[in-house]
């Protein structure tokens, strides 16, 4: 019942950005749509920042479950993009308001986090240091997301054409002469 309502608060808010902007959302406006206590509200987040971080971290576990199903790095470039083409209206405004600093930090751990859990379960980067992995780790997270950010903000982005391109910038292919 717990992560039921945690769900169900994530949820309204989701709603309620839908609606209005986001640095004028309270407490007290996810409190009064999902018809509980702020005592309920509080038992399961500590803020409304507390609420974005558990919906992002729910996201990427979701994208990490459905990424190992699949075959190719282009369809778990796909997957992610899409993902964030789905979320461009949410990203867009919490990115446009006072939470920008802490969005960008959560964006960053959770894509980065991500990467980590692909790299930890395929048993990948195990041929470099571990700062050196690290290094790449952190290289990935920032040039994805940078380029998420951009693109996936634009009305007509092509994800299929997008993911391949970025797959070959990592492995090296986009930059080859043949």
């Not at 717990?2 to 949820?11: F, L, V």
């Not at 952190?138 to 634009?154: K, P, S």
Request: hydrophobic share 45%; aromatic share 8%; proline share 2%.
């Amino acid at each position: 019942m717990p992560s039921d309502m945690k769900e169900r608060i994530a949820r309204e808010f989701v709603e309620l950005v839908r609606t209005k902007p986001i640095d004028r959302i309270t407490v007290k406006d996810v409190v009064e749509a999902c018809h509980i206590t702020r005592q309920t509200f509080y038992y399961h987040f500590q803020d409304l920042l507390d609420v974005i971080d558990w919906s992002l971290h729910r996201a990427m576990e979701e994208l990490v479950e459905k990424s190992l199903q699949m075959d190719s790095r282009e369809e778990v470039m796909e997957l992610f993009l899409s993902g964030a083409v789905q979320a461009r209206g949410m990203i867009r405004k919490l990115l446009s308001s006072q939470l920008r600093e802490q969005t960008e930090r959560l964006i960053m751990g959770a894509v980065r986090s991500y990467f980590q859990e692909m790299v930890d379960r395929r048993e990948l980067l195990q041929d470099v240091s571990r700062l050196d992995a690290q290094v790449a780790l952190d290289f990935y997270t920032f040039a994805v997301v940078g380029v998420m950010v951009e693109y996936c903000g634009r009305p007509n982005v092509d994800i299929k054409r997008l993911a391949g391109q970025l797959i070959r910038l990592m492995d090296g292919s986009f930059l080859r002469e043949d």
